[in-house]
Each structure stands twice: as structure tokens, then as C-alpha cells.
């Protein structure tokens, strides 16, 4: 059983007023087959975790380690993590002037694989895995991201996840933005590529919505850069109720005990 | 220990922070000792003899950013202006033609700007005549190859006739050391798409001057794809001379190492109801590459309801290159629909390269994929599948060509 292991890591990024410190000491371990939701504030670093897990360059990694079935996965470029089994489906996917998306799926898997997919059961995979996202045909013939709505960014983004078959996927705020609808269109297809092959989940997300359709095993609730509480499901039950104002420097019982 | 939530102070602004500086290439602030002011550039002087026009120094504003010396003998010396070698299979509806110089078409879309293109116009003994028209439309491709390495000039007149459909390409290989004019015209209601296609050797040299007038309810698309040659400077000049009509401007160029690629281009909207877009792309890549655009848009004081755009855009592969982008956008009249420039130079977008690389994809395919679909913006525009399949090919060969260069340096 395959196991992505985050052992205190420490992320700092540089800004116009400095080194920034956003991640303090991250410990987390997932393994195959679980879904951990990853809940906090805005600001808190959730989506610093994800970029430096995936190797975004502007996150300076100052300690720790981040291990796929042991071997460190933070010394690797950012496409060799990809072809090691890691997925990041992003909250802002960018725009790809010129790059169809049918040509930008097929030398993903190409490269993903070692080699080229047999073009026609991999046509056929490609139109089942949109039809079941509910996108149109005419999708695959667009330019990568290029005026895609908010929906169609992130129908795109679990496409990807569903055909690229990662062993764990990191899912950066894909519940934003969407509607109702979206949002079970696109949980659908996390369900789905999970259920195909088993892989790991960590789903970053600031609200409980999404958690209705895609259910964790384990939540944690992330604050000022590192994780302040783990639980199961019923904690995510607790900050749908309680928001995470507890666990926020400036709320009554923090403040009174941090005067000095 | 409570932490006040920090808000950063707003940042002051600077000019220089937002580019909004004076113009590098100069004459554009009045308080400058010798400011003359900036002329309409369709008051630029014009003539078909060369000798009316004053040596030139490589300070004049159309020749300060081009290697001058370099062109010398194109500029002044004696040129070559017999037939050369060119072969155009026969097309249903296009006469090609060898006519004497005092033909009536000669002349018919403009006149020389500079020095060189008067050279090339006096010089000329025999002109290239492209009549183009019929009910279908015309298809035709020319291939010139065998201008040579002896300085030479030549003339070229293609006619779309009233309501013709055509499509033009005129492809450039082989040596050359060649000035030339161009001239289009784009009968009322007929639809020209010409495609200039620059494949010369390594140390060729070639300036062009293309002049179009385009009728009414007329259409010149006109593409010019520049991928190799010492020196090329294309300079097309495009007048929207009758109500309605309207031009679509694109260019490719891709520079390697010690190219310099260039492209003056005018539009000018002359009549009511024309629109105009003006595209050029361009990549740079391996030591002293250079590219020049210069992209003039007037929109003159009878061209009510104008609608224009003109941008460029440079994608920068590698140190040691220099593209200049200089778009310049002159309005007579207000009554538009409206107008608007563009011009952006920069290196690789970081965020595409992680894009494509978190997919697996490694860096130096990702850079080739962000490379064509920068380019092929372009070459969608050709309007030959056959064409654009070939120019995409071309494009990978330059990136794998010059990926090879960086490698070794």
C-alpha cells in the first residue's frame, strides 16, 4: 500500500516585505484509499501545502520531508513528482494559448506512461470520462483553459485526475466557485476515479459543503500554518456549526490567554 | 501574544514602476531641446527615383534599428533587375506574367518610402504580374528561388479583380541579396489572402516593401511568416482606400542566433467603415537574435466608424536577444467605433511551464508545447491545411535546432 507521509514541514515564501513564513512544522500521513480533508481559515497555508507538496518554484522548502513509499519526493523536479504519482488539481488553472486539450491529454498520459496510449481506446476514455464530467465533445478541441468559465476550469482539472490515474491527488479548492450542480458533477468524478483506483485524497477546502458528496476519513483543521486539530468526519460536522473562530488568535479565549 | 492583523501600507506608485516613461525611440516629449513634432505618417515623403532621397545615415527613424551597413549595397549600388528563376503551376484563374516596367499596373498601390525601395524600383527591368479573378476561387502558390547572391531588385503586382476569392502564397527560398516592392491590389468586393513565406538561406538579405489598396467591401488578409535569412526586413503598407473594407495584418517571425528579423508595418484607414487587425508574434532565441516590429496605425479624418487593433507579442527564449516593439496609433477623426494597440515582450510564463510540468510533462517538452501554441495563434490563420501543417513542423525543427545550439554554448 502506497503512503505520501508530510513529516514537519517547513515552507516559507519570499514577498516585497521579506521571507515569509507560511508553513511551521506540517506532520500528515495518507495513505492509499483514504480521503483526508484539509479545513482552515483563509491564509492559513492550506494551499502553500499543496504547491510545495507539488513543487510550485516560488515556495522555498526550509526543512522537513515529504516521502511517496518512502523515497523524498522534494528533491525531485516538479513533472518528475507527477510521473512518481502525484496529482494537483489546482484552484487556478492557467491558461495555454494554442495547446489543445486533446493534444495536452494525450502527451500528459504519454509522458506519464512512458509511452503513447493506443489512440483509439484512449479517444474512447477520453469522451466517457467527459461525458460522465457532463462536458460537451467540442471541449476537447479548445485551448487549454483559454476562456473556460469557473466550472469548465475545474471540470477540466478532474478530468485530468480521472484519466491520468495518480496515486494520490490533491484537490486545492476545486469546490470554489462552482454551483450546487457543478459541485456534484465534479465530486462525482472524484468518487469515480477513486473507486477506479483506489488512490489517496487530500481535498483542501475552507468550506464543509463539498464534504456532503466527497466524505472523508479524517479531517484536519489547519491554522497559521500548521494542523491544530484531527478528527474524523464528525469535526467537520463541528466546524460546519461552529466555524473556526476557536481556533483563531483574536477569538475571546485565545486573546485572553495571549495578553502579556 | 496577540498579533494585530498586519495591512500593508499601499505601495507609491512610481511612472517608471508602470512603464509610463517617455518613449525609447525619442521625439515624444515636448520639452526636449529640438523637439520637431511627430508627423502624420501618411505625410511621409515618397518617389520613385532614388536620388530623391538623401543618403542614408542609420539615424532616420525607419532605418535607426535596422544593421544599415549591412544593406549598403541594397540601399545605393546598382541592382539586377532582370527576370529570375520562380516556379508557379498553373491555377485556374491566376495569370502570372513577366510585364516591361511601364505597365499601367505598376504603380497602382504605391509609391517608395525609402531609399532602398526606390533603388529596387528603378532598377527593375521586369515585373511580376499576378492577375487574379473568376467566379471560383483561385488557389495559387509561387516559389522563388533563384534570385542568387548578386545584388538585385524586384517588383511584383498582384490584382485581385472585382469579387474574387484568392489565395496567395509566395514562398522565398534559397540565396538571396534582394530589395523589392510588393503591390496589392484588392479590387471592390474581392477577398485576397496572401501568405509571404521567408525560407532564404542563412545569409541572405532581403527588404521588401508591400503596398495594398483595398476597394470597397473588400478584404486583403496578409501574413508574413519569416523563419530564416541574415537580414529580413518586410515592410507592408496598407491602405483601406474604399468604405467598408477591411485588412487582417499577421505576422510570424521566429529569430535564431545573429538574425535579424524585421517588420515595419502601416495601416492606414483611410475610407468609412473599415476595421483592421493588425497580429504579429514572434520568437527570439540564441545570441544576437533580434527582431524589430514597428506596427503605425492612422485612422484618418474621413474614416468614420473605424474599428483597429494592432498588437505584437514576443516570447524571449534565451539571453542575448533583443526584439523592439514599438506600436504608434494615430487618430484624425473621433467619430470611431474603436482602436486600441498592444505590445507585450517577456520570457516564459513560469505558471504554464508548472501547469504542463505537474502533468508529468518534462520542462523541455513543456517549453515546446508553450512555444507552438504561442506561434500557431498565427498559423491558424493561414487558411491551408497543408501550409500550416508544414509551418508547425518548421517551428519544431527551429526549437529543436536551437535547443541543440543552447546546449552546446
Do not use: C
Amino acid at each position: 500500500m502506497s503512503v505520501l507521509a508530510v513529516k514537519d514541514l517547513h515552507v516559507s515564501v519570499e514577498t516585497e516585505q521579506g521571507t515569509k513564513q507560511i508553513l511551521k512544522g506540517v506532520d500528515l500521513t495518507v495513505n492509499q484509499g483514504e480521503i483526508h480533508a484539509i479545513m482552515g481559515p483563509n491564509g492559513s497555508g492550506k494551499s502553500t501545502l499543496a504547491y510545495s507538496i507539488a513543487g510550485h518554484p516560488k515556495y522555498h522548502v526550509e526543512s522537513g520531508s515529504v516521502t511517496l513509499d518512502g523515497v523524498e519526493v522534494l528533491t525531485m523536479s516538479v513533472d518528475q513528482r507527477a510521473r512518481a504519482g502525484l496529482f494537483l488539481a489546482m484552484q487556478y488553472p492557467v491558461e495555454i494559448p494554442g495547446v489543445r486539450v486533446a493534444d495536452f491529454l494525450r502527451t500528459a498520459k504519454t509522458a506519464l506512461d512512458g509511452e503513447a496510449p493506443a489512440l483509439r481506446p484512449w479517444i474512447k476514455e477520453v469522451n466517457e470520462a467527459m461525458k460522465g464530467l457532463r462536458m460537451d465533445k467540442t471541449f476537447s478541441e479548445r485551448n487549454v483553459n483559454e476562456g473556460f468559465s469557473g466550472g469548465e476550469k475545474k471540470r477540466h482539472e478532474i478530468l485530468q485526475l480521472e484519466l491520468l490515474k495518480p496515486r494520490f491527488a490533491i484537490l486545492d479548492e476545486t469546490d470554489s466557485g462552482l454551483d450546487v450542480d457543478a459541485l456534484k458533477v465534479v465530486s462525482e468524478g472524484v468518487n469515480r476515479a477513486k473507486a477506479a483506483t483506489g488512490l489517496g485524497v487530500l481535498l483542501i477546502t475552507h468550506y464543509t459543503r463539498i464534504l456532503r458528496y466527497i466524505k472523508p476519513d479524517f479531517v484536519h483543521v489547519f491554522v497559521d500554518g500548521k494542523i491544530a486539530e484531527e478528527g474524523g468526519p464528525e469535526l467537520a460536522e463541528r466546524l460546519e456549526d461552529e466555524g473556526y473562530d476557536r481556533f483563531l488568535p483574536n477569538s475571546s479565549e485565545s486573546a485572553s490567554a495571549s495578553v502579556v | 501574544m496577540s498579533v494585530a492583523p498586519q495591512i500593508p501600507a499601499p505601495q507609491k506608485a512610481t511612472l517608471e514602476q508602470h512603464g509610463a516613461k517617455a518613449h525609447s525611440d525619442g521625439g515624444w516629449d515636448a520639452s526636449e531641446k529640438g523637439f520637431i513634432p511627430v508627423q502624420t505618417r501618411s505625410e511621409r515623403f515618397s518617389s520613385v527615383l532614388h536620388d530623391d532621397f538623401p543618403a542614408v545615415t542609420g539615424q532616420e527613424v525607419d532605418w535607426k534599428l535596422s544593421p544599415v551597413d549591412l544593406l549598403r549595397p541594397l540601399i545605393d549600388d546598382e541592382l539586377d533587375g532582370s527576370e529570375y528563376e520562380l516556379a508557379a503551376p498553373d491555377a485556374v484563374g491566376a495569370v502570372v506574367e513577366w510585364v516591361p516596367r511601364d505597365d499601367a499596373r505598376v504603380g497602382s498601390a504605391g509609391k517608395p518610402e525609402d531609399r532602398a525601395s526606390a533603388n529596387a524600383w528603378s532598377s527593375t527591368q521586369k515585373v511580376l504580374s499576378i492577375t487574379l479573378s473568376g467566379e471560383t476561387p483561385v488557389a495559387l502558390g509561387v516559389d522563388r528561388t533563384g534570385f542568387g547572391s548578386t545584388p538585385r531588385g524586384a517588383h511584383t503586382v498582384i490584382t485581385a479583380t472585382k469579387h474574387t476569392s484568392a489565395h496567395v502564397v509566395i514562398r522565398s527560398t534559397g540565396a538571396a541579396h534582394v530589395v523589392e516592392n510588393l503591390e496589392i491590389v484588392v479590387e471592390d468586393g474581392a477577398d485576397l489572402t496572401l501568405v509571404s513565406l521567408q525560407e532564404w538561406d542563412d545569409d541572405a538579405i532581403h527588404l521588401a516593401s508591400h503596398f495594398a489598396q483595398v476597394g470597397r467591401d473588400a478584404k486583403l488578409t496578409h501574413i508574413i511568416v519569416s523563419l530564416s535569412g541574415k537580414v529580413v526586413r518586410v515592410n507592408p503598407s496598407v491602405h483601406l482606400s474604399g468604405e467598408g473594407s477591411s485588412a487582417e495584418l499577421y505576422g510570424l517571425y521566429f529569430a535564431d542566433a545573429g538574425q535579424h528579423l524585421e517588420q515595419r508595418v502601416y495601416l492606414h484607414h483611410e475610407a468609412a467603415n473599415t476595421k483592421g487587425r493588425v497580429n504579429y508574434k514572434g520568437a527570439l532565441q540564441g545570441a544576437g537574435a533580434r527582431t524589430v516590429w514597428v506596427g503605425d496605425v492612422l485612422i484618418g479624418r474621413q474614416a468614420s466608424g473605424t474599428d483597429s487593433y494592432e498588437q505584437n507579442r514576443n516570447l524571449v527564449l534565451t539571453e542575448g536577444t533583443r526584439a523592439d516593439s514599438i506600436p504608434n496609433l494615430e487618430i484624425e477623426t473621433g467619430d470611431i467605433l474603436g482602436a486600441g494597440h498592444a505590445s507585450a515582450t517577456g520570457r516564459f510564463d513560469d505558471e504554464q511551464l508548472f501547469y504542463l510540468q505537474a502533468r508529468g510533462i518534462t520542462e523541455a517538452e513543456a517549453r515546446r508545447l508553450v512555444v507552438i501554441g504561442f506561434l500557431s495563434e498565427i498559423v491558424q490563420k493561414i487558411g491551408d491545411a497543408a501550409l500550416e501543417a508544414y509551418l508547425h513542423e518548421k517551428i519544431e525543427w527551429e526549437l529543436s535546432a536551437s535547443a541543440s545550439q543552447g546546449g552546446a554554448a
